[in-house]
C-alpha cells in the first residue's frame, strides 16, 4: 500500500528560507510519499534532496528504507532557518573548494 507524504509543520518556512537565498530553486516532492524526501533543491549548479523535520521528528520507517537505498549525494535534514543558513554556508565553502557538501548532524 502507498503512503503518502505529508508535510511538517516548519515545511513551508524552510521552503521559504531556501527561496529567500540568491540561485536557490527548490520543488516540493513531499506529494510523492513512500519515503522519497520533501524537497530538491538547486543551488551553484547541484541538485540537493531535502528532507524536513520538525523539532527533533525522527525519519520514519519508510523515510529510512528510501534513503538507505538512494545511491546518490545523502539527503540532507533541515529543521529549522538556522539549518538552511549552515547547509548554504557549507554548500558555498564546498563549492569553493570543489568539494560536493555532505548531510548535516542529524
Same mark, same amino acid.
Given at each position: 500500500?502507498?503512503?503518502?507524504?505529508?508535510?511538517?509543520?516548519?515545511?513551508?518556512q524552510?521552503v521559504?528560507?531556501?527561496?529567500? /537565498?540568491?540561485?536557490?530553486?527548490?520543488?516540493?516532492?513531499?506529494?510523492?510519499?513512500?519515503?522519497?524526501?520533501?524537497?530538491v533543491?538547486g543551488?551553484?549548479?547541484?541538485?540537493?534532496?531535502?528532507?524536513?523535520?520538525?523539532?527533533?521528528?525522527?525519519?520514519?520507517?519508510?523515510?529510512?528504507?528510501?534513503h538507505?537505498?538512494?545511491?546518490?549525494?545523502?539527503?540532507?535534514?533541515?529543521?529549522?532557518?538556522?539549518?538552511?543558513?549552515?547547509?548554504?554556508?557549507?554548500?558555498?565553502?564546498?563549492?569553493? /573548494?570543489?568539494?560536493?557538501?555532505?548531510?548535516?548532524?542529524t
Open positions: 500500500m502507498r503512503q503518502y507524504g505529508r508535510v511538517d509543520q516548519n515545511h513551508l524552510i521559504n528560507a531556501l527561496r529567500g /537565498h540568491p540561485g536557490v530553486r527548490v520543488q516540493s516532492l513531499s506529494s510523492i510519499g513512500g519515503g522519497c524526501p520533501d524537497l533543491c543551488y551553484r549548479g547541484r541538485n540537493h534532496l531535502i528532507e524536513v523535520k520538525a523539532g527533533r521528528g525522527h525519519l520514519t520507517a519508510h523515510q529510512r528504507a528510501w538507505n537505498v538512494w545511491t546518490g549525494s545523502p539527503v540532507i535534514i533541515l529543521r529549522n532557518t538556522d539549518d538552511v543558513v549552515a547547509f548554504l554556508t557549507n554548500a558555498d565553502a564546498a563549492d569553493r /573548494h570543489g568539494i560536493v557538501p555532505g548531510r548535516l548532524p
